[in-house]
């Protein structure tokens, strides 16, 4: 079954400590993405990647780090997590081509105390 | 800044009736206008897409309208049912470029038996 996974679904953790949220995807797509929900906002993309070795910011990347060191793979990691990236993240993934069309993971929703 | 603009904020419908989402842009780079659907506790999916030069696109009971000169568009739900009720987005694409998907705040949708 073509699809994003995400890992883990629920989080809760306290300021400051390092975490990672995994991506995954089994589509071969090029391109990768981070964006955060949050009520009255949107989807705000955090970072982007084009492929492999290849990243760059979004909207809103204060405060995070992505690596794409394998095309399937696109982690998102928050050094010192502070209680304003409480939120809901989603990991999408597309063909180069068609990056209107992504695809998205089931979402981590990530509370930061 | 918002790129795209969208309106209302959420919407109560009752069964049968027509929901209708309203997206405004003022970017004229952007070449494709797609709009995803975003049931409880799923990322969002690609619902339908439209490209500027066409005016209308419809699939089943979903219907987008463009209107280019007003820069403009919106999503109409004909028939509305219980099962459409979800978050709405629509977004805004540009082909050149990397970081190219602009979302909407979101409609939350209700339909009332």
């Known amino acids: 079954e073509a699809q994003v996974t995400q890992n883990p679904r629920y989080l809760i953790t306290v300021t400051g400590k390092k975490l990672t949220v995994t991506c995954s995807q089994n589509?071969?797509?090029?391109?990768m993405s981070w964006y955060r929900q949050d009520p009255g906002l949107g989807l705000r993309q955090i970072y982007y990647?084009?492929?492999?070795?290849?990243?760059d910011k979004g909207d809103v990347p204060e405060g995070y780090k992505v690596s794409r060191k394998e095309k399937r793979n696109f982690p998102l990691i928050l050094e010192s997590p502070s209680p304003n990236q409480t939120s809901l993240y989603f990991c999408?993934?597309?063909?180069?081509?068609?990056?209107?069309?992504?695809?998205f993971g089931p979402g981590t929703r990530l509370t930061v105390t | 800044q918002q790129q795209v603009k969208q309106s209302p904020q959420s919407l109560i419908v009752q069964k049968g009736g027509i929901s209708i989402i309203n997206c405004a842009y003022e970017n004229t780079a952007f070449d494709y206008f797609p709009w995803y659907q975003q049931f409880p506790g799923k990322g969002p999916a690609l619902l339908i897409a439209?490209?500027?030069?066409?005016s209308e696109k419809k699939e089943g009971r979903f219907t987008i309208s463009f209107n280019k000169s007003a820069k403009q568009f919106s999503l109409h739900i004909m028939d509305s049912q219980p099962g459409d009720s979800a978050t709405y987005f629509c977004?805004?694409?540009?082909?050149?470029?990397?970081?190219?998907?602009?979302f909407g705040t979101g409609t939350r949708l209700t339909v009332i038996p």
């Open positions: 977004a805004a694409s540009i082909r050149t470029g990397a970081n190219n998907l602009f």
């Open positions: 439209i490209r500027p030069d066409v």
């Open positions: 990647s084009m492929n492999v070795e290849v990243t």
């Open positions: 589509m071969n797509h090029e391109y």
């Open positions: 999408a993934s597309s063909f180069a081509g068609i990056r209107y069309e992504q695809y």
